[in-house]
Nanobody, 127 residues
Framework: EVQLVESGGGLVQPGGSLRLSCAAS????????MGWFRQAPGKGLEWVSS????????WHVDSVKGRFAISRDNAKNTLYLQLNSLKIEDTAMYYC????????????????????WGQGTQVTVSS
């Protein structure tokens, strides 16, 4: 059974930092690209960032470029998202997801590109 378990969320002031983790099990983690999405209150799921199998290529939505960084540790079957310079508009539930295809992904920005999702971890940015 595939499991994705996010952790690391919390309440932080604007300008602060958090590191999200996603512990994966039940599949060959190193063979799949992975992604992070978020959902703000009253809004749909928004793609945030993705990473290839070995971490050599990453993608980020424009609104987080230079502030967020995705990474992975295949030895630990864990995906990370470092959130720096947080803004109030970053407040959302953050989800990690396993890409639908093993190997090099063709597309990474759509929810349809992913097959399994975690339960999410809440990030709240507030003064």
């Amino acid at each position: 059974e595939v499991q994705l378990v996010e952790s690391g969320g919390g309440l932080v002031q604007p300008g602060g930092s958090l590191r999200l983790s996603c512990a994966a099990s039940g599949f060959a983690f190193s063979k799949y690209a992975m992604g992070w999405f978020r959902q703000a209150p009253g809004k749909g799921l928004e793609w945030v960032s993705s990473i290839t199998t070995l971490g050599g290529t990453t993608w980020h939505v424009d609104s987080v470029k230079g502030r967020f960084a995705i990474s992975r540790d295949n030895a630990k079957n864990t995906l990370y998202l470092q959130l720096n310079s947080l803004k109030i508009e970053d407040t959302a539930m953050y989800y990690c997801a396993q890409h639908r295809r093993s190997g090099l992904p063709i597309s990474v920005r759509s929810t349809d590109d992913y097959q399994n999702w975690g339960q999410g971890t809440q990030v709240t940015v507030s003064s």
